[in-house]
């Protein structure tokens, strides 16, 4: 079974499309498909569909959806002539308590991510950035929208698609940080124009922008992002810039336009800015 989570819900059983097109067991699917080879309690799906005050027919209602699944799946797995080997019930079990669906082999794109991204942060801790940034962009090119796109989420969809998101940005993130590192700043700067108008009060997203800004000869630029950011902090938050990012703010306020900050930390940033150990390339 392949189960694709990252952009728009696609569940095959050998290749063919096992998804349905009701929104109700697209939920379904979408939880079981999350929680893959791990039991998912009735209580779980029920509160995912209807919430902590759920309706009298809820569990028929579940039962139905559960059906409309393995008939697609019997259906798929007729297609491929393995269904004298297994049968829907197989590979959308009824255990005590809940509903198991089973994926022997196959693929799954958020395995993938993180097996990719993981050696990313691997090759960033062992400070191979060329590896770094390959390993990273792949990751992230397993993304085609945000996860469960498609998918009205409950209150036990919702926590996990925010997991997910927040692992992309982190990818994402770090991926910025290798490129930086490998001088890549201009090619940067669109990209990260619109990730800090998109996250306008992430901290790090602006300290990269504010460096490859900054490191490309447009000083002033930098300053004014961080002007941005820090009024939007204190606006919606009622908070003030972290100290790193101050201090990176500072750095460039008192460097030369000619100077550019060598990659790191904010922190580090902060300190070669000031001491101009790098010029702008």
Same mark, same amino acid.
């Given at each position: ?63 139905? @959806? ?32 809940? @509903? ?28 191979? @950035? ?18 469960l796109a498609d ?47 998109? @996250? ?45 990012l101050v201090k ?34």
């Open positions: 079974m392949d189960i694709d989570v990252l952009g728009t819900l696609a569940v095959r059983e050998h290749g063919v499309s096992v998804t349905p097109s009701a929104p109700k067991p697209r939920q379904v699917l979408a939880l079981l498909a999350l929680n893959v080879n791990q039991v998912v309690p009735v209580s779980v799906l029920t509160e995912e569909l209807w919430g902590v005050q759920p309706p009298r027919s809820a569990r028929p209602t579940l039962q139905t @959806y559960v059906l409309q699944l393995r008939e697609l799946i019997g259906a798929a797995l007729a297609c491929s002539g393995d269904s004298e080997q297994r049968s829907a019930k197989d590979v959308l079990m009824t255990v005590p308590g809940g @509903y198991l669906l089973r994926s022997v082999e196959g693929t799954s794109d958020v395995k993938e991510f993180e097996r990719l991204a993981g050696a990313g942060y691997r090759a960033m801790d062992g400070e191979d @950035y060329p590896e770094a940034a390959r390993r990273l962009r792949d990751a992230l090119a397993l993304w085609t929208g945000s996860a998918i009205q989420a409950g209150v036990h969809l919702e926590p996990q698609i925010k997991r997910l998101e927040e692992s992309r940005l982190c990818a994402l993130d770090q991926r910025i940080e290798a490129d930086l590192r490998l001088g890549r700043h201009r090619g940067l700067l669109a990209e990260l124009t619109v990730l800090v108008s998109r @996250y306008p009060t992430h901290e790090n997203l602006c300290g990269q922008y504010m460096l490859a800004l900054h490191r490309s000869g447009r000083r002033g630029e930098a300053l004014s992002a961080y002007q941005r950011l820090r009024t939007t902090l204190v606006r919606t938050l009622g908070l003030e810039p972290s100290a790193p990176l703010q500072r750095a460039i306020l008192v460097s030369g336009p000619e100077t550019a900050a060598a990659p790191g930390t904010l922190a580090e940033r902060a300190g070669t800015v000031a001491a101009g150990l790098t010029r702008a390339g």
